[in-house]
């Protein structure tokens, strides 16, 4: 483990051993930062710290009485952690290949294709993504947030680079862009996928959700960036994506992917079936094994930052086809029933559309719609997707998803705002109940969507993490069902 020498006006030195803001993780030489969180505050787990071994307090309020060893107020707290793990860690990112995306929809399957591609190069990636962290394919822990705490990020960090990545690959949500997670790392691209509905909860307005995404390009732009070949990646045909690249020209080499025939990456005879997606990248011819125009726009995405690193056009090809999938996106759970079902992590109006209408052209029974909308969380959402669904599939089974501490009761008023008139709708507030209904309806040539927590192998239900696998009912029902 490293060590290092901290020296104080009015003290000795002392030498840390490691950084943690959690109490339960601290050893003798450690550095604990008391974090307020949204559900704990770490300030109340100081003087348990301290005995396990803390030789450092940091922390945004004023010492409460006076402790045994060094106490320092900050100001900001995450930008401490930021700057202690960056030094601590030996600035790891700093001779790493950094890829940050960000975008409301696109990153996760952006990076597992980016990964692929490089994979597909010969290269060793490290990967920070919604549904894990892995290094080098292997996953190394689910992820508890997209970007993680700065503490964890620059820890992973120096294990990558320790282990022989070169590449690392980031999906950069815009809170970790709020909350300083990813200070001090220096990007050498960063992809704009989209701005669409989201988290306005956290944000308050559209225009602070795209200005927090922003964040991530004026890092290529900031002149104290070292890396020598700053680049970013923009999906041209979003109007926000369009805007961005106006702001960045000058600043910023600005390289551009779409279906314009404008776009520096463009794709045109695209093909699709329920099962793959065929179509040419500046008349190369690709296949991704995912559904939907909208990843074809991933594709886009991974091949213009692979390209910028010198992988040829056929290996990207190589590296897109060899993707079996992404867990949760479009998902298909195939055990010989005659319908097709996929899981999908839609939780938006527009990702929710986007998963019934990349089914809809091949309809041949119903479409039977399985969702539900997260609780303390931006509400406004929620008759919309109410409308989306009961407007797009023949079927709805309304039913939870993570309510969290808010009464599913109000969820589900809030999205039957959208359904009035409508009567194409059950409602089963037990998830499992839902999914099994829905699948038991299904006849022949029906498709069953199962929306809004993809990967996820949990439900929060008040404050009670749940195991639940949408995938996992899936398999259980079609199993009693003995379909072969």
């Known amino acids: 483990m490293k060590s290092i020498v901290l020296s104080f006006a009015e003290e000795k030195s002392i030498t840390l051993k490691g950084l943690t803001f959690r109490s339960q993780e601290v050893t003798n030489g450690f550095a604990f930062f008391a974090l307020k969180g949204a559900h704990v505050d770490g300030n109340l787990f100081i003087e348990d710290a301290i005995k396990k071994g803390?030789?450092?307090?940091?922390?945004?309020?004023?010492?409460?009485?006076?402790?045994?060893?060094?106490?320092?107020?900050?100001?900001?707290?995450?930008?401490?952690?930021?700057?202690?793990?960056?030094?601590?860690?030996?600035?790891?990112?700093?001779?790493?290949?950094?890829?940050?995306?960000?975008?409301?929809?696109?990153?996760?399957?952006?990076?597992?294709?980016?990964?692929?591609?490089?994979e597909k190069a010969g290269?060793?990636?490290?990967?920070?993504?919604?549904?894990?962290?892995?290094?080098g394919g292997v996953p190394i822990c689910a992820a508890p947030n997209t970007t993680p705490a700065a503490l964890i990020?620059?820890?992973?960090?120096?294990?990558?680079?320790?282990?022989?990545?070169?590449?690392?690959?980031?999906?950069?949500?815009?809170?970790?862009?709020?909350?300083?997670?990813?200070?001090?790392?220096?990007?050498?691209?960063?992809?704009?996928t989209n701005l669409q509905r989201d988290h306005l909860d956290f944000h308050q307005t559209f225009e602070n959700y795209?200005?927090?995404?922003?964040?991530?390009?004026?890092?290529?732009?900031?002149?104290?960036?070292?890396?020598?070949?700053?680049?970013?990646?923009?999906n041209i045909d979003d109007p926000y994506g369009q805007r961005l690249a106006q702001q960045l020209a000058g600043r910023v080499k600005v390289v551009t992917f779409g279906r314009d025939a404008s776009a520096d990456f463009n794709a045109t005879e695209i093909h699709e079936t329920l099962r793959e997606t065929h179509f040419k990248i500046n008349g190369v011819p690709m296949k991704i094994n995912l559904l939907g125009a909208h990843n074809v726009y991933n594709a886009l995405a991974a091949c213009a930052v692979a390209v910028s690193r010198g992988v040829p056009l056929d290996t990207v090809a190589a590296g897109l086809a060899a993707l079996p999938g992404v867990p949760g996106r479009m998902e298909q759970i195939c055990a010989g029933q005659p319908f097709t079902v996929f899981v999908d992590f839609a939780y938006t109006d527009e990702s929710?559309?986007?998963?019934?209408?990349?089914?809809?052209?091949?309809?041949?029974?119903?479409?039977?719609?399985?969702?539900?909308?997260?609780?303390?969380?931006?509400?406004?959402?929620?008759?919309?997707?109410?409308?989306?669904?009961?407007?797009?599939?023949?079927?709805?089974?309304?039913?939870n998803d993570n309510p969290r501490c808010e009464d599913p009761q109000q969820i589900f008023e809030d999205i039957l705002a959208g359904m009035k008139g409508q009567t194409n709708y059950q409602i089963f507030p037990d998830r499992k109940e839902a999914i099994e209904r829905a699948l038991a309806t299904a006849q022949a040539n029906d498709v069953v969507i199962i929306a809004g927590k993809g990967h996820e192998n949990y439900q929060l239900i008040g404050n009670e993490k749940r195991p639940f696998s949408d995938q996992e009912t899936v398999r259980n029902f079609l199993r009693e069902k003995e379909y072969v």
């Not at 900050?74 to 700093?94: Q, T």
């Not at 070169?166 to 001090?184: A, G, I, P, T, Y």
């Not at 964040?215 to 960036?225: G, T």
């Open 352 to 399: 929710l559309q986007r998963a019934l209408d990349t089914v809809a052209p091949f309809k041949t029974g119903k479409i039977l719609l399985v969702f539900g909308c997260g609780g303390q969380r931006d509400r406004t959402k929620r008759p919309l997707m109410g409308h989306t669904a009961c407007t797009k599939a023949d079927m709805v089974f309304l039913t």
């Open 210 to 234: 795209f200005q927090a995404k922003v964040k991530l390009f004026e890092n290529l732009a900031d002149p104290h960036n070292p890396k020598k070949n700053r680049m970013a990646v923009i």
């Open 153 to 192: 990020l620059f820890r992973l960090l120096q294990q990558m680079k320790e282990t022989g990545c070169k590449e690392v690959v980031m999906e950069v949500s815009s809170h970790s862009l709020e909350l300083q997670r990813v200070r001090n790392i220096w990007y050498d691209t960063a992809v704009f």
């Open 123 to 135: 290269r060793k990636v490290g990967v920070f993504g919604t549904v894990n962290y892995r290094m």
């Open 54 to 118: 803390a030789v450092l307090i940091v922390s945004a309020q004023q010492a409460q009485q006076t402790y045994p060893v060094p106490y320092l107020q900050v100001e900001d707290i995450d930008a401490a952690m930021a700057d202690a793990a960056y030094e601590f860690y030996a600035r790891p990112s700093d001779s790493l290949v950094m890829t940050g995306i960000t975008g409301t929809k696109g990153k996760t399957s952006i990076a597992y294709l980016l990964e692929s591609v490089l």
